[in-house]
């Protein structure tokens, strides 16, 4: 059940990032706009509260099958529970010295010990949440370490990009205006890359495995996410981009070798073009991967 509990928690601190993020987009809509996208994060927030109780209560039903045909309880509701139920577990006689006469045991208090229980838990929760959260702030700092020195030892900085959802793709973007001079819009790239995963699907099916569902996304699917939503770009989108716009893309990494992606049909024109250059960050941010524009020092 912990373990359980500690993803459950990593999944809603990068849930209520994406949230924020959605917010903050919504703030430039007009009033018809503001409102669906309200409903939108209603639904989203509906969702996963679902989900995630049903993880836990499905776990549950195994570790304690008793328990858990009680309806889940709030903290605030647990406490005030809690406040009803005697400290003391009830017996058929009025008095200890008439219990031992008549040599009846006292009754167990099974809500009572079920609170209790619930309570550990949650109590555990937390000091699993404050470790979390303090690993987290070590990783964060030390990714920052890292990279910070590696970009200096290669005489390179780094161009921050926004936190929406668009990184990889407004970084791409920055990316060619700096190196190629060549204008891209987000959702330009965004359909590049779509585009070049459905010509190419044969080539791409092995690697959309969707975690959550523990399937493959369809290719029609995961391109309209793609095309249309927010949705994170990883390597998939690297690879489909590099090909889209046929020069290498490197992407240096804190914590492992950089990784340069270059196009299928490389030629030795392609092979001499200059590499678009991202620097990749897996602790940056609570909502998850992240990635900036790089650009040489005396830009």
């Known amino acids: 059940m912990e373990e359980l509990l500690t993803k459950q928690k990593e999944e809603y601190k990068e849930f209520q990032s994406t949230l924020a993020s959605m917010r903050r987009q919504g703030k430039s809509g007009n009033k018809k706009q503001k409102k669906q996208l309200n409903e939108k994060i209603a639904q989203l927030e509906l969702e996963f509260n679902q989900k995630q109780h049903e993880e836990r209560q499905k776990l549950q039903n195994v570790l304690d099958p008793e328990e858990s045909a009680d309806e889940p309880l709030s903290a605030d509701a647990l406490l005030r529970q809690m406040e009803k139920v005697s400290l003391s577990s009830p017996s058929v006689s009025s008095t200890p010295k008439a219990d031992a006469e008549n040599n009846v045991k006292p009754r167990r208090n099974r809500q009572k010990e079920r609170l ?9 929760e937390m000091r699993e949440a404050e470790l979390a959260s303090a690993s987290m702030g070590n990783h964060r700092g030390n990714e920052i370490t890292k990279m910070k020195k590696l970009l200096e030892s290669l005489n390179l900085k780094e ?17 060619m205006q700096a190196v190629y001079g060549k204008t891209l819009e987000v959702k330009q790239l965004r359909e590049m890359a779509a585009n070049f995963v459905e010509q190419n699907a044969d080539n791409f099916a092995a690697f959309l495995f969707d975690e959550e569902t523990n399937s493959v996304t369809p290719i029609d699917k995961y391109c309209s996410a793609i095309r249309k939503t927010a949705k994170w770009g990883g390597d998939v989108e690297l690879r489909a981009l590099c090909n889209s716009l046929n020069v290498p893309i490197k ?13 299928e049909t490389e030629t030795n024109t392609v092979a001499d073009k200059k590499p678009l250059t991202l620097s990749y960050y897996q602790h940056l941010y609570g909502l998850g991967a992240h990635y900036n524009s790089v650009h040489e020092m005396n830009d």
């Open 116 to 124: 209790e229980r619930r309570k550990e838990r949650m109590e555990a």
């Open 159 to 175: 161009k921050d990009i926004h936190t929406d959802g668009h990184c990889l793709f407004a970084a791409i973007a920055d990316q």
């Open 251 to 263: 992407v240096l990494c804190a914590d492992a070798p950089t990784i340069t992606f270059t196009p």
